[in-house]
């Protein structure tokens, strides 16, 4: 296939949904860093144009996931209701398992592995920003989107928004993505792209297993609101306002 390099990486995640999993693997931003051109991210990435295509071509045989058919074609009820059962869940989860195994391999390998120290306190900072984070958007933009969706489906009257208009959520839950993009790379950075020391014990590896698979995650996390949610529910509440004000 041919690479357009002025089309944006959250484009190609779009019109690939598995996309976002070559973008993982070749280490190209697409969630937080999804509207940058991907000619530009493949270069600060160090990616070939022809590698990319020759995986991307490979991807798109790939089967469907479960998430795809709702990213793409569902409602935004049916879409956030998946965010917080798949994403939303498995982050608080690993956010306690992973506490519990820093603490082990902290106390046990702190002295000769002082990086693992730093990736606690960066791991602590990642989890003091998403947990108020998943709760403003449980508790009160994902609760008016969907409101919003249904006002819209039964052609009533657009619900009160407390924050004016949706944007303005929408914005701050974003610049929260990137604090935690930033986190997540300086977590990369600190582990050596997760590679365990030789002398690493089992919870060492599984510490570093589990922190690459909880960027996976977050990764995936954070595209699907980016790049799907939060576009459709700002194009959503202004043609429901405009069509209210008629």
């Known amino acids: 296939m041919t690479i ?3 089309k944006t990486v959250r484009e190609y995640a779009l019109e690939m949904p598995h996309a976002t999993r070559v973008f993982e693997k070749l280490k190209i931003d697409y969630c937080c860093g999804g509207n940058r051109p991907i000619g530009d991210a493949c270069a600060a990435a160090g990616v070939g144009l022809e590698e990319l295509s020759s995986l ?8 469907i996931t479960s998430a795809q058919p709702v990213a793409q074609s569902g409602t935004l009820t049916e879409l956030i209701d998946y965010i917080i059962d798949k994403h939303h869940v498995f982050t608080r989860e690993e956010m306690d398992r992973i506490n519990a195994l820093l603490e082990k391999v902290c106390s046990k390998h702190g002295e000769n592995h002082p990086e693992v120290v730093s990736v606690r306190t960066l791991f602590h900072n990642l989890c003091d920003d998403l947990k108020p984070h ?4 449980e508790a ?4 008016y989107i969907k409101a919003m969706e249904q006002a819209i489906s039964r052609q009533t009257a657009m619900p009160f928004a407390p924050f004016g208009t949706v944007n303005n959520p929408v914005r701050m839950m974003m610049s929260e993505h990137d604090m935690a993009g930033d986190i997540l790379r300086e977590l990369r950075a ?5 590679a365990a020391p030789s002398d690493a014990c089992m919870s060492y590896r599984a510490l570093y297993a589990a922190l690459e698979g ?3 995650d ?3 996390h954070i595209h699907l609101e980016n790049n799907i949610l939060f576009p459709r529910a700002v194009e959503m509440e202004s043609m429901g306002r405009a069509a209210y004000a008629l």
């Open 190 to 194: 600190a582990t050596t792209d997760y």
């Open 56 to 63: 991307l071509e490979q991807a798109n045989n790939a089967p």
């Open 214 to 216: 909880f960027e996976r």
């Open 140 to 143: 009160v933009l994902f609760p």
């Open 134 to 137: 998943m709760f403003k958007e």
């Open 4 to 6: 357009s390099t002025d």
């Open 218 to 220: 977050l990764h995936q």
